[in-house]
């Protein structure tokens, strides 16, 4: 599905903000233990650079950043305010149902993820959605945190810099 393509409106940057400031907890469905998967680094992030209870949802991995995982969300201590969810698009339903079951408040897909009917079942749910964010990004945007791992290097342009 193209950008165009796309009829359901997410929140707004203020919106965010609130929903990012009002959580306490953040459920990763999908996180990984490998260092080069973004919801590693996304968890890092979380972990070293937030007030976030973090949670990591995985079945498979006893284990990530040190922290014990949880084969799924009702499986976890709490309601997570936030579940940010790293799974492929036909995941995504059966994502949403475990998001309601679990009293979660706000799902949130990550980059290139986008499924209108799971944000519209989640509204229905009486959740609130985000759709093609980034949790980090939109955190470290909106305090003053984007020179972490070189998001803000002072340049602007197309181009690829090369390092001398």
């Not at 305010?81 to 998001?99: M, N, Q, S, T």
């Amino acid at each position: 599905m193209s950008t165009t393509d796309r009829a359901w409106e997410g929140p707004t940057a203020p919106e965010r903000l609130n929903l990012l400031r009002q959580a306490k907890s953040i459920a990763i469905v999908g996180a990984s233990d490998k260092p080069s998967r973004a919801s590693y680094f996304v968890a890092t992030y979380l972990q070293s650079s937030t007030r976030y209870k973090v949670y990591f949802v995985n079945p498979v991995v006893k284990e990530i950043l040190g922290q014990p995982t949880y084969a799924s969300l009702a499986d976890l201590p709490e309601s997570p305010d936030i579940v940010d969810v790293f799974r492929k698009h036909d995941d995504l339903p059966g994502v949403l149902d475990e998001a309601v079951a679990a009293g979660a408040q706000t799902l949130w897909l990550q980059l290139g993820s986008w499924h209108e009917g799971v944000a519209l079942g989640a509204e229905a749910a009486g959740l609130n959605v985000v759709m093609d964010r980034c949790v980090k990004i939109e955190h470290a945007r909106f305090h003053g945190g984007l020179h972490l791992a070189g998001f803000d290097t002072g340049v602007i342009s197309s181009r690829r810099q090369v390092l001398a």
